[in-house]
């Protein structure tokens, strides 16, 4: 078979382990792709590559494509999601100094972790917090500012946030550039390694299921290359389908830590993808439950309401016309591909591309084209819910 050369970028975090699965176990070659794997320093520099063609695809903060399109940020354009590639995996950290205020301020248990560890945070802060992010279009951003302002700071007026490369933070940190940040792993758990921070909370107890990156495309090679573009969902989508067995965890972690790829101990990249991790240097491994998600659940579906959530919460920012910005987010998330790559070969996918965000606490049985899904939990951690069918919002 010929096979199709297809050039993708990717930011060495655990959460490239998709696409990494697909090229070397051979799940993108079974689609006639030759999948060629580009590590980049930034997530500025993927972007401006998958704009001037030097890239056909990218893995990207899931932020991005939607703001993108909205004409939003330095380098703009219709950027389609094809697929989620990770849900969850990033995680809080703050510096020692910091830490030991909070400490001493102490965490109501009785709350939410979530709840009780933010306002601890903000109580022990001296002046307005310097935060680290890996980019200002991102989760790691929209989870602090939603985390943050649900417990009375003004998000982000009342921060000082600073883009830090993901594999900087930990140097970032110990420098005292910042005070804390959200990041990927392996780099937070870098930055406690280096005893350079503390990890306080996993972006998961923020929301339970926030599309964390996605397989991204220029609007206009999709539709020119649809054929294309189906082939790399369903590769993908074997590759998570393949992620999300317990049993290939460790093969999983060797082939991340390669020097390619992550170049970092396997053992490092094993805390994540068993959300097993050490919070502080030289402490015990903690249990984190739903840490990171690659295919459970409908982790692959690029669901409309996360766009529109994501939309929404910008043009709130920005001051942009609503409806506009949420009807171009929403295309960002190209369900109709999805659905067109997966329904041939009998997987089953969601009945609907929407839904009501945060809404289920548990594990729940749901409408798809099989009647064999399962969703949830998504919770908010302030219980709130995002309803796309409404006019406002109950944020």
């Not at 993927?46 to 703001?67: C, N, T, W, Y």
């Not at 330095?74 to 909070?102: C, E, F, Q």
């Not at 942009?320 to 009807?327: Q, T």
């Not at 548990?362 to 099989?370: C, W």
Request: glycine share 8%.
């Amino acid at each position: 078979m010929n096979l199709h050369r297809i050039d993708c970028g990717f930011v060495p975090l655990v959460d490239c382990a998709p696409l990494v699965v697909a090229r070397e176990l051979g799940f993108a070659a079974e689609e006639g792709i030759d999948l060629h794997l580009h590590p980049q320093p930034s997530w500025s520099a993927i972007r401006d590559k998958l704009l001037f063609g030097e890239l056909q695809a990218a893995h990207m903060l899931s932020v991005l494509p939607v703001v993108m399109s909205m004409g939003l940020g330095a380098a703009t354009d219709r950027i389609d999601a094809l697929t989620v590639l990770s849900v969850n995996g990033d995680v809080i950290g703050v510096a020692p100094d910091l830490a030991d205020r909070m400490h001493q301020v102490g965490v109501d248990r009785n709350t939410d972790p979530a709840t009780g560890v933010g306002r601890a945070l903000i109580a022990a802060a001296s002046g307005p917090l310097r935060v680290g992010v890996p980019f200002p279009f991102s989760m790691h951003a929209e989870l602090l500012y939603y985390w943050l302002s649900s417990l009375g700071l003004e998000a982000p007026r009342d921060l000082n946030v600073r883009t830090v490369p993901p594999s900087n933070m930990a140097e970032a940190i110990a420098a005292g550039e910042v005070d804390a940040f959200c990041v990927g792993e392996p780099w937070g758990s870098v930055a406690v390694d280096k005893g350079a921070a503390e990890i306080v909370l996993p972006g998961s107890a923020i929301w339970q299921f926030a599309p964390e990156k996605v397989l991204a495309v220029r609007h206009d090679w999709a539709e020119a290359e649809r054929p294309m573009a189906l082939r790399l969902i369903r590769a993908m989508w074997r590759a998570a389908r393949w992620l999300g067995e317990a049993e290939n965890r460790l093969t999983v972690s060797d082939l991340l830590a390669q020097p390619e790829y992550l170049g970092r101990p396997s053992e490092l990249i094993d805390r994540a993808l068993s959300g097993r991790l050490v919070l502080a240097k030289n402490g015990r491994p903690t249990r984190l439950r739903n840490f990171v998600e690659f295919y459970d659940c409908a982790a692959t579906f690029p669901w409309r309401s996360q766009a529109h959530w994501i939309a929404s919460r910008w043009a709130a920012r920005t001051g942009a016309d609503r409806e506009e910005a949420v009807a171009v987010g929403r295309a960002a998330f190209r369900t109709d591909l999805y659905r067109a790559a997966l329904q041939d070969i009998g997987v089953d996918v969601p009945g609907a591309s929407e839904k009501v965000e945060g809404a289920l606490s548990v594990r729940t049985e749901v409408a798809s084209a099989k009647g064999e899904m399962f969703l949830g939990p998504d919770r908010f951690f302030d219980g709130k819910v995002f309803d796309p069918a409404e006019t406002g919002t109950r944020h």
